[in-house]
């Protein structure tokens, strides 16, 4: 049963103290890399603080795109003249379907935009449904 006006309270570390919670996370996280060791080694990011720069903002862009861990799937540049969206007519709905089935398939989209991102052509519901296909949307001059 849902209640909106509930309230949830929560105290750091209430059942018992701080430092008995230090040691806890410490020996389960042994217990947890003992665990998983293959498969950490075979699919976790490296830690990204012994990397270059360049090296750490690809590693935050991968570790944020579950997809980036799979060799099978490509990474597509899509360019557009503007945001496909579907409320405008035209082809518009057309090109977020064929975005939609490509990012369905498992594939990295990085959609380009040719014109400027206005809310009266793509406003935050329109934003919001390209973001939720796991679409990055980069916006502005192609000069």
Known sequence: WFQPGAVALHSEHGSFSQSNARKMMKDASIVFRKKWESLLQ???????????????????????????????????LWLEQAAPNPENGSG????????????????????VLREKLTPDWCDNLCRSRIADLGVEMVTGDWK
């Open 42 to 76: 075979a699919h976790h990011v490296p830690n990204p603080h012994a990397l270059s720069k360049h090296e750490q903002e690809l590693e935050y862009m991968r570790a944020a795109d579950l997809r980036a861990r799979d060799p099978t799937k490509a990474n597509i």
């Open 92 to 111: 518009f709905g057309r090109a977020f379907d064929n975005l939609s089935v490509v990012s369905d398939l498992g594939h990295r989209i990085t959609l």
